[in-house]
């Protein structure tokens, strides 16, 4: 599955005030481990084979891009997994979430902890063992950025602005080192996260980024009907699928920035579609439960 080199291709959409946008498909990379979670994974099963371990255990949401990822990985190289999700509510509601059934047909063991074990990444003893592989919450370690490095290639030189969503942070990492020294990283936030920048710095050793904050909509898994809406008429002009948790905050700032003529950057604008599409059937389901508008562009 990792083995070769990855490319993906680059779609232009739409020049708006004379800023010219390119959105770079990674999640067009691989079925089903898209986007940065491919480039995130590639070294480090590349290192659980190399090294001959014999389970990967790592930890996530019920929605969460990451163990849907990490399951369809292990299953391709038939190495076991293990997912420690958040709430031990979902011991019993599995079939609530499309991503929790995902990750069990992929054959990844579930475990469900409180969210206070959650939150001090707790692993019960009884689930411990001398050849564990452990990834941590959304997958971002040196080898995590090292693959992330690789996104940018000679291709993209043209470019001199990059732009990119942040969870954990790996990810912008990656296209920090990987760039050259005329371009300019910039990370739209999925979240509130006061220490974020702290943790970028320590795996870079560049100037050429900043983060763009002010698109969070509230926090990490929040979306308004402002930006459903957005999504879908971008999906309706663009016929490209963003997701409400990362992609879609992006576009939505990139739009409204260059909309209130407050883009202070580069003209040459390469947006990076990192994925997450897998999380969209369990977000309208979740959607139509509460009364909330819909995306148009995925079966519930």
């Known amino acids: 599955m990792f083995g070769t080199s990855v490319f993906s291709e680059n779609q232009f959409i739409d020049t708006l005030n004379g800023i010219r946008l390119t959105v770079k498909r990674e999640d067009a990379v691989h079925p089903q481990v898209s ?21 990967v255990l790592t930890f996530g949401g019920a929605f969460s891009n990451h163990l849907a990822a990490v399951a369809a990985a292990g299953a391709d190289y038939g190495i076991p997994t293990l997912g420690l999700v958040r709430g031990e509510e979902w011991q019993g509601k599995v079939s609530e979430s499309p991503t929790l059934l995902f990750c069990r047909s992929k054959g990844m063991q579930l475990h469900f902890l409180t969210r206070a074990e959650y939150k001090e990444k ?56 990987g760039s050259t020294a005329q371009q300019y990283i910039l990370g739209f936030p999925a979240l509130k996260h006061s220490d974020l920048e702290t943790d970028i710095r320590q795996w870079i050793s560049k100037e050429n980024w900043e983060l763009v904050r002010g698109y969070e909509f ?79 562009y995925s079966s519930v």
């Open 35 to 55: 986007g940065n979670k491919f480039r995130k994974l590639q070294y480090n099963f590349l290192h659980l084979q190399e090294h001959s371990l014999g389970q």
């Open 122 to 177: 707790r692993i019960p003893s009884v689930l411990k063992s001398s050849k564990q592989y452990v990834l941590p919450e959304g997958g971002t370690n040196a080898l995590a950025v090292k693959g992330c490095t690789e996104i940018l290639g000679p291709t993209e030189e043209a470019f001199d602005t990059i732009c990119s969503c942040v969870g954990t942070g790996g990810t912008l990492a990656g296209l920090i080192e």
């Open 218 to 296: 509230g926090g990490y898994a929040k979306a308004s009907n402002e930006l459903i809406g957005f999504m879908n008429t971008f999906y309706k002009k663009y016929g490209i699928p963003l997701d409400p948790i990362y992609t879609g905050k992006m576009l939505f700032g990139i739009f409204d920035l260059i909309k209130k003529e407050q883009w202070q950057w580069g003209t040459k604008v390469l947006i990076i579609h990192s994925g997450g599409l897998q999380g969209l059937a369990g977000f309208n389901q979740r959607n139509q439960q509460k009364g909330l508008p819909l995306l148009n």
